[in-house]
């Protein structure tokens, strides 16, 4: 899942330099992804993983590095039995 | 509790006090020629309002957000230009306040402000970005404990008369434009060379013309994660500000309007004026403004006193649209109640001199649909729809 959630990072997080190599845990918007940007990798992740962000989790926090978002993307697949 | 709010209503009143006294007697002037409201603030820092945001620990006042909110509104009725300086000024005390009170650096500045007066001013503008402020170009170049930051700012407000200025940029030559931190130079720390003039429409008195800065200074003056910086505090309470302001240009406005109201009433006994109507109309608009900031002032109280500090709350989405629903709401009705006004006073308002003249109001007025541009934020909000569900 975390290479599937990768990918669509990389794709969409608008990001200056070659991030192909961001670790698991390393800082999104430290490395470049801007609030703006963040909102294409939700759709995105919405759309590959076929789930929906329920607002609470419509934070920065959520959204930081991959590790959060394979976190958040578990929890909804899970709460929906799949 | 009790004695707390004794002692707010009781600095309201003195700003009150001194906006009629000192303030309002040079507004005209200072719109005219464009100047510094040196007068206001000669009597603020003598009244200690530009420590009001200092917490009581450090010297200052710790008023509560409902109460700077409040000063400026008062301010904004006698002079936007006035309330302007002090709104920004209020909000980098702030943003020190709540992201620097765990470095001893920022903590002895604290101190230094509420003794000092010192006067803050920003520096978020930067030519090249197209007025983005989570984005920079410039960036702090770090030699062993000691930095150099330069910056060439599109606009920075009193930059010629402040004390001490608080700059974004990227935190190192090497970082994406949004890793930003925020950095505090004072007075000896830095030089500005005036890049054109500042000659407006409205909002004349703030002297917000280009500047090529150049600075250095301690690492110790860096801010760290300006993102939630800006999202937790610099953004809400700009915006509470702000909206304060227009606040209190919007209801002189509509006191002028009351005034010819009520001077055409004791004409003819009896009937009501048609202008009452047009009076009833805008009073409405008037509280509807004066209730949406007030409603957002209070829930954001609520989310800072959390015991993490709201920061889950603030930097969601949900609330950066709420963030941003206010200044637009609030800036387009603004502007709406003073036309409004005009239109009651009629050519008495047209003028630009006698008591019910709305000049000024609607020309500073304007500025607020302008200042971080409303076009700007409606399509961040449109983005951050496509995410949002509302439930």
């Known amino acids: ?82 | 509790m009790g004695s707390q709010t004794d002692a707010s209503a009781a600095r309201l009143e003195r700003i009150t006090e001194l906006a009629e006294r000192v303030t309002a007697p040079a507004a005209a002037d200072v719109d005219r020629n464009a100047r510094f409201p040196s007068e206001s603030f000669a009597a603020l820092r003598e009244a200690r309002v530009l420590s009001a945001g200092v917490p009581a620990d450090f010297g200052g006042h710790g008023a509560s957000l409902t109460e700077l909110a409040a000063g400026c509104s008062i301010l904004g009725q006698h002079c936007s230009a006035s309330a302007m300086v002090l709104a920004m000024h209020h909000i980098q005390v702030l943003c020190i306040a709540r992201h620097g009170a765990s470095s001893p650096f920022f903590r002895t500045y604290l101190t230094a402000i509420a003794r000092e007066q010192r006067l803050i001013a920003s520096v978020t503008s930067e030519v090249g970005i197209g007025g983005d402020m989570r984005t920079s170009l410039s960036a702090v170049e770090t030699t062993g404990s000691r930095f150099t930051l330069n910056k060439a700012a599109s606009t920075i407000s009193y930059g010629a008369q402040a004390d001490d200025l608080l700059i974004t940029a990227r935190r190192d030559p090497s970082a994406p434009g949004n890793d930003q931190v925020l950095v505090l130079v004072r007075r000896g720390e830095f030089t500005l060379e005036r890049a054109g003039v500042w000659d407006t429409l409205g909002m004349r008195g703030t002297c917000s013309p280009g500047f090529k800065l150049q600075s250095a200074g301690g690492v110790e003056q860096i801010l760290p994660a300006f993102g939630d910086l800006a999202s937790a505090t610099m953004v809400p309470v700009s915006h509470a500000l702000w909206t304060s302001i227009w606040l209190g240009v919007a209801t002189d406005a509509v006191g002028r309007a009351r005034t010819l109201v009520r001077a055409q009433a004791r004409k003819t006994p009896g009937s009501v004026p048609p202008t009452a109507l047009r009076l009833a109309e805008v009073t409405t608009k008037l509280q509807l403004l004066r209730q949406a900031i007030k409603g957002f002032i209070a829930d954001y109280e609520a989310l800072i006193v959390q015991p993490d500090g709201g920061l889950d709350t603030l930097s969601s989405i949900g609330f950066a649209l709420r963030v941003n629903q206010l200044k637009v709401s609030a800036s387009e009705l603004a502007v709406e109640i003073v036309s409004h006004a005009l239109s009651i006073c009629g050519i008495a308002g047209y003028r630009n001199d006698g008591p019910q003249s709305i000049g000024r109001h609607l020309r500073d007025i304007y500025s607020s649909i302008l200042m971080i541009g409303n076009d700007r934020l409606h399509a961040t909000n449109a983005a951050l729809l496509l995410v949002h569900k509302g439930d």
């Open chain 1, 1 to 82: 899942m975390k290479d599937k959630i990768r990918a669509i990072v990389v794709e969409h997080g608008r990001f200056a330099g070659n991030v192909s190599s961001l670790a698991d845990d390393a800082d999104l918007y430290a490395a470049g992804m801007t609030s703006h940007a963040s909102v294409g990798v939700m759709l995105a992740l919405e759309a590959a993983f076929d789930i929906e962000f329920p607002d609470r989790m419509l934070k920065r926090s959520v959204f930081e590095s991959i590790s959060a978002i394979a976190m958040a993307v578990a929890e909804l697949l899970k709460e929906a039995g799949r």
